[in-house]
């Protein structure tokens, strides 16, 4: 079967540094996403990966290691306002996007 | 803004009802995907529609049915409500259906059933 696995629920401080983790096992791979999404609204595109190594994007980036299944979201100096759900999906074998059950991230001041 | 647009945002209705959701996709994207997300949930995967086709079927019940229409905008019917059905629902779409994909969600409609 296709499993992505996330944690649940991680918690930091406001200008601190938080690393997201997500694993995989999918039919195939062709690139992950990450998404962010805040409490009510839509999911919005943080950044996609296909190829092995760190994509920067001012206070995000994300890693992704193919041979290991596993990627990560880094969100430097942190805000309040990064306080949300972040989505890792992969796109299998059939370009189908398979979506994790999201991690909620919290921001204590 | 996504580009992306869902009718109506909010919906209240009984249990055995019926109801259908709207989705107008970006201008130029033929793909549409509609998920159902429950309270604290994630994203639940329905259905995908490409120009008008069905291209990819998830987790929908036999009791939900979608369709695309030529002018690609698409609409979601649920049937015979149940209180577990209560749900926000997100329609996205897509330039393409394979390769890069990056999905564009709408606001989604928020469903309610007392």
């Known amino acids: 079967g296709q499993n992505i696995d996330q944690p649940t629920e991680m918690t930091a401080t406001e200008g601190a540094i938080v690393q997201i983790n997500c694993t995989y096992q999918?039919?195939?791979?062709?690139?992950l996403f990450w998404y962010q999404q805040h409490a009510g609204e839509a999911p919005t595109f943080l950044s996609y990966?296909?190829l092995d190594g760190l994509e920067e994007k001012g206070r995000f980036s994300s890693f992704l290691s193919r041979s290991k299944g596993y990627s990560y979201l880094l969100l430097k100096e942190l805000q309040m306002k990064d306080s949300a759900s972040y989505l890792c999906?992969?796109?299998?074998?059939?370009?189908?996007?398979?979506w994790g059950a999201g991690t909620k991230l919290i921001i204590k001041p | 803004d996504s580009g992306v647009t869902q009718t109506p945002k909010h919906l209240i209705t009984a249990t055995g009802q019926r109801v259908t959701l709207r989705c107008s996709p970006r201008?130029?994207?033929?793909?549409v995907y509609w998920y159902q997300q429950s309270l604290d949930q994630g994203l639940q995967f329905l259905i995908q529609?490409?120009?008008?086709?069905?291209?990819a079927k998830g987790n929908i019940l036999e009791r939900f049915s979608a369709q695309q229409f030529p002018d690609l905008h698409s609409e979601l019917n649920l049937s015979s409500l149940e209180l577990g059905d209560s749900a926000l629902y997100f329609c996205?779409?897509?330039?393409?259906?394979?390769?890069?994909?990056?999905?564009?969600f709408g606001p989604g409609t928020r469903l309610t059933v007392l």
């Open positions: 999906a992969v796109v299998d074998s059939n370009y189908q996007l398979i």
């Open positions: 999918t039919s195939g791979f062709n690139g």
């Open positions: 996205a779409s897509s330039v393409v259906t394979e390769a890069y994909n990056e999905q564009f």
């Open positions: 201008s130029g994207d033929l793909s």
């Open positions: 529609y490409y120009n008008g086709e069905e291209r």
């Open positions: 990966n296909v």
